[in-house]
T-cell receptor
């Protein structure tokens, strides 16, 4: 069965510092990877997804199939980036995955002024 | 456009009681999901539906039932509440454009079973 691991429950950085949230997965096929974010008192929402190759709010994530990782990075953290971040995986078989997501445990990012 | 709405926001149940968590979406999405989130853990899929009249089990379905009579509504039923079902429950729907599109989440229902 597939699994997503986020090794850091808590991550603290100072404003302007680079930040990297780690995500590792185990899955024998080709997965699709996502990062979801939950800001304080807001709903869980999509931040970015591998399939779109996009950069959102300065964040990027690269899928490394050799290391089975999908780490989230931002060169200069901002206070408004403080939130809970979840890495999630969908099976890459298209037809039968039905969009079902497997989530990691989440990382709480705090950006200090 | 309210998106995904869930009721109630909070609920305390006694062991053995039953209840239904309501979920409604107004985006005409076919795919809908129920997840639970335990403290310090990620979200886990309970049940999902790919359209009205079609539901299937996720990773942790025991103790729950679902129905999907309309596109808009996807209620989750707890028949005999147990302390292990204390959790935050999230409903979500999948945007159009394929299985790797964005999932839209509701605000969650915090359930405590005592």
């Amino acid at each position: 069965a597939q699994r997503v691991t986020q090794p850091e429950k808590l991550l603290s950085v100072f404003k302007g510092a680079p930040v990297e949230l780690k995500c590792n997965y185990s899955y024998s096929g080709s997965p699709e990877l996502f990062w979801y974010v939950q800001y304080s008192r807001q709903r869980l929402q999509l931040l970015l997804r591998h399939i779109s190759r996009e950069s959102i709010k300065g964040f990027t994530a690269d899928l490394n199939k050799g290391e089975t990782s999908f780490h989230l990075k931002k060169p200069f953290a901002q206070e408004e980036d403080s939130a809970m971040y979840y890495c999630a995986l969908a099976l890459g078989d298209g037809g039968t995955s039905y969009g079902k997501l497997t989530f990691g445990q989440g990382t709480i990012l705090t950006v200090h002024p | 456009n309210a998106g995904v709405t869930q009721t109630p926001k909070f609920r305390i149940l006694k062991i053995g009681q039953s209840m239904t968590l309501q979920c409604t979406q107004d985006m005409n999405h076919n795919y809908m999901y129920w997840y639970r989130q335990d403290p310090g853990m990620g979200l886990k899929l309970i049940y999902y539906s790919v359209g009205a009249g079609i539901t299937d089990k996720g990773e942790v379905p025991n103790g729950y039932n679902v129905s999907r009579s309309t596109t808009e509504d996807f209620p989750l039923r707890l028949e005999l509440a147990a302390p292990s079902q204390t959790s935050v429950y999230f409903c979500a729907s999948l945007g159009a454009g394929g299985p790797y599109n964005e999932q839209f989440f509701g605000p969650g229902t915090r359930l405590t079973v005592l």
